[in-house]
């Protein structure tokens, strides 16, 4: 292996490595208790409890001017733990945005999560529309108002869940940006709602979105499940009638799962509907190697596809500098790297204490005494911290 490409290797290893070390210290820590809260609702004349799941370090002095999208599960007693279970590890590898999670809990699912009357399943039916209400007019303006949200959500259900989750995706479709639908139950009053869905994405095929949907064994030749044959239908219906579309905007990814019973689904579900959605969240390795302005394009990129502006976190612009100063050689680049996390924190030390070093490999001097002199200046430094700082003024201010 050439040096050049061993330095590449590990320049690769460093810009990927100090997030993904975190999550792997902190992988019990960082799963958080949720915050069960009781929703008075007058939209559904009862009191509904929802649960809240906060991302790591949300209280953090770090993350206090950060903002989160949120992803709103159905069934919550099940849906939470498993929703915010797997999204963990792909938060903490980068391949996923951190999230808040909220599960909303029902009283009554056939009620709720049914979009029109069919007793032929459920005596009490065709709620969906006024739980969708109590989501939109009571859930999510509390939820707003409380926490740190982006103008981002997600819904997910399973079952009779997922069959609300595909109607709101045509009913309304702007309530949210991204719908998981896992084995959603399109046999519902003679296949309705797959008829709505296609009408839709073919008078709204601009329309900025993404659904995803997967079935299990329902509908295998061997079941003898009439419900599970209209499932795997309705579902291949809207597969073809996506795979028409000529757009990026109205996204959709379907999975098959014909050995797992119905119950399994959303376990498969779940981490297939995110890597769907954030198929490239972390910084490409040819992004990084090609430095700083190309990093910024590809959060400007991902602001331009999920529809709200996504800006880098200050642990991913520190890896970047690090792999550019002490990997790739390239001081002038990793600069670029620590000024954009001094700029958004003015009292960050790390980036303080590495652009330092960036300015002496470049010889600048005058610049390297700056940051060291403004960093003493300080008087919450810890004795490490400041005889380091000391240490380095003496080599600044040493001749050439």
């Known amino acids: 292996m050439t040096k050049f490409v061993s330095m590449i290797v590990l ?79 792909l938060v903490g590898y980068n391949n996923a945005p951190q999230m808040i999670v909220v599960g909303i809990s029902t009283a009554n699912r056939g009620r709720d999560f049914t979009p029109t009357p069919d007793v032929n399943y459920e ?12 989501i939109e007019q009571e859930v999510i303006p509390f939820i707003d108002a409380k926490f740190r949200t982006e103008e981002f959500r997600i819904l ?28 959603p139950s399109l046999f519902w009053n003679n296949g309705e709602t797959v008829r ?17 949907m997967n079935i299990g064994n329902e509908g295998n030749p061997e079941s003898d499940s009439p419900e599970g044959v209209q499932m795997l239908s309705g579902i291949r219906q809207i597969e073809s009638a996506f795979a028409d579309l000529n757009t990026q905007s109205l996204r959709f990814k379907v999975e098959y799962f014909p050995n797992e019973p119905h119950q399994n689904t959303p376990i498969y579900g779940v981490i297939g509907a995110l890597r769907g959605l954030y198929p490239q969240w972390s910084i490409p390795y040819q992004t990084a190697l090609e430095g700083y302005e190309s ?44 000024s954009y996390n001094i700029k958004q924190d003015p009292t960050t030390y790390r980036s303080r204490v590495h652009i330092i070093d960036a300015y002496l490999q470049l010889g600048n001097k005058e610049k390297a005494l700056e940051q060291v002199n403004m960093l003493l200046s300080r008087d919450d430094l810890t004795d490490e911290e400041r005889q380091q700082l000391t240490d380095k003024k003496v080599t600044v201010t040493e001749p050439f």
């Open 156 to 183: 997910s259900g399973h079952s009779y869940g997922g069959l609300l989750v595909s109607h709101s995706f045509h009913k309304k479709p702007d309530l949210f940006q991204a719908h998981f639908a896992f084995s």
């Open 123 to 134: 005596e009490q039916s065709g709620g969906a529309d006024t739980y969708l209400r109590f």
């Open 11 to 89: 320049f690769i290893l460093t810009t990927c490595s100090a997030y993904s070390d975190s999550f792997k210290e902190n992988a019990v820590e960082r799963h958080l208790p949720f915050q069960k809260i009781a929703i008075t609702s007058a939209v559904l004349n009862e009191t509904i409890d929802i649960y809240v799941q906060l991302p790591f370090q949300y209280e953090s002095e770090f993350s206090q001017h950060y903002r989160y999208p949120v992803l709103y599960t159905l069934d919550a007693p099940v849906g939470l733990p498993l929703v915010s279970g797997i999204l963990e590890p």
């Open 295 to 338: 990093v910024l394009a590809h959060f400007n990129e991902l602001s331009t596809l999920y529809g709200y502006k996504i800006e880098p976190k200050e642990w991913e612009m520190f890896d970047e500098g690090l792999g550019q100063l002490h990997y790739l050689q390239n001081p002038a680049e990793a600069i670029k790297y620590f």
């Open 196 to 212: 709505d869905i296609i009408k839709f994405i073919n008078k709204n095929p601009a329309h900025r979105n993404f659904l995803y």
